[in-house]
């Protein structure tokens, strides 16, 4: 079975700070999609990226940095220089990607981040 | 953004009766979901549409049913609402058909049963 396991429940920083969020998760699909969600104070839920197993390589964005390890099933997601803005609940989650798939999301219970000023 | 919306966005309603929430999208995509979300549960999948009239139960379908007459409508039933449906309940699109395997979510209805 699919799972997905967010083991920080609540992570606070101050302004500035590097912060990791991890997430692991279990499959024995050999082809599989993981994500990463946003959900700030204001309830939506916002995609923030997609990765497939195939690939790992390492993705960067803005202060946002992801990291996939196969070898030890975990895809780890680092904001660098936190803002009061990057305050929120964030969400990984896993799909299977075989051919015909319908794509369903599992997601991990999320991390609640609170970065105080 | 991704055109989904959902309606009500709030609905305070007694035990026992039917409700109905939408979600209406206007890009095309072939695949919707219904999630509720509960606090320490994440996200669950309750059905899910993979077509029209081609609909498909998830982890939570007990107490639900769905409809999708039209390709952009996914309707979400609670036969008889019970307490333990009090939730905030998302609406989802994708379209892995096309290679787009994230899904957009709408906004949320808040689902309250007394």
């Known amino acids: 079975a699919q799972k997905v396991t967010q083991a920080q429940t609540e992570i606070s920083v101050v302004e500035k700070e590097d912060v990791t969020l991890d997430c692991v998760y279990e499959t024995r699909d050999t082809t599989y999609y993981l994500f990463w969600y946003k959900q700030p104070p204001s309830g939506e839920l916002v995609f923030l990226i997609r990765?497939?197993?195939?690939?790992?390589q390492n993705e960067i964005s803005g202060r946002y940095s992801w990291n996939f390890q196969k070898s030890t099933s975990s895809f780890n997601f680092t904001i660098t220089a936190s803002q009061v803005v990057d305050s929120a609940v964030y969400f990984c989650a896993l799909s299977e990607a075989r051919g015909g798939a319908t794509n369903k999301l599992i997601f991990g219970t999320g991390t609640l981040l609170a970065v105080q000023p | 953004d991704a055109g989904i919306t959902q309606s009500p966005r709030h609905k305070v309603t007694e035990t026992g009766t039917p409700v109905t929430l939408r979600c209406h999208q206007t890009?095309?995509?072939?695949?919707m979901y219904w999630y509720r979300q509960d606090p320490g549960h994440g996200l669950r999948l309750i059905h899910y549409s993979y077509g029209v009239k081609d609909t498909d139960k998830g982890e939570v379908s007990d107490g639900y049913s769905v409809s999708r007459s039209k390709t952009e409508d996914f309707l979400l039933t609670l036969e008889s609402a019970t307490s333990s449906q009090t939730s905030v309940y998302f609406c989802?699109?994708?379209?892995?058909?096309?290679?787009?395997?994230?899904?957009?979510f709408g906004p949320g209805t808040r689902l309250t049963v007394t």
């Open positions: 990765r497939n197993s195939f690939d790992e």
């Open positions: 890009e095309n995509h072939r695949y």
């Open positions: 989802a699109i994708s379209a892995p058909d096309r290679g787009s395997y994230e899904q957009y």
